[in-house]
């Protein structure tokens, strides 16, 4: 069993990964790793044009559910990935698919957050996401107020 273990921990990278964090939970050197990541997507800082493509916040949420991180730190990150999305669109033309893939990790942020009864921590800034959809005139900024509606 033990070199069974050993085989698939050195030939396959999710159970590395796994493992790794099981016997050595470094959630705060993840978190600042993937918000690192996130930034360089719209903020580059080895190349010229920002790719602003949320499958790469989507991809670290998804990884830190699987191996069953705290999910204030997963709120964390994804209320961090609006937050920084927004910071870029506001001296940009951006396409109305960045708006409705914002609404889509909106929602599931707040979603996240009301299922885990983390509001009272993360209620502000939520509500500072919201209002900068409503200023700025983001398109669907009905569907923010929607998803919104879900927390109270």
């Known amino acids: 069993m033990e070199e069974q273990l ?86 940009r033309n951006v396409p109305e698919a960045f708006f409705k893939s914002m609404l889509n990790s909106f929602e599931q942020s707040v979603g996240h957050i009301a299922s885990h009864s983390l509001l009272p921590e993360f209620k502000e800034r939520i509500i500072t996401i919201y209002e900068f959809t409503q200023t700025q005139q983001w398109a669907y900024k009905e569907g923010f107020s929607r998803a919104l509606d879900m927390i109270d």
Do not use: H, T
Not at 15 to 38: G, H, R, T
């Open 6 to 91: 050993l085989d698939l921990y050195d030939r396959f990278p999710a159970v590395k990964s796994y493992f790794d964090f099981v016997f050595n939970p470094k959630e705060d050197k993840l978190l600042q790793e993937a918000k690192a990541k996130i930034s360089n997507e719209y903020f580059p800082v080895k190349r010229k044009r920002a790719r602003a493509r949320r499958s790469v916040a989507q991809k670290y949420i998804k990884q830190f559910v699987k191996l069953g991180m705290d999910p204030v730190y997963i709120a964390d990150l994804m209320l961090y990935n609006l937050e920084i999305a927004q910071l870029f669109s506001k001296d």
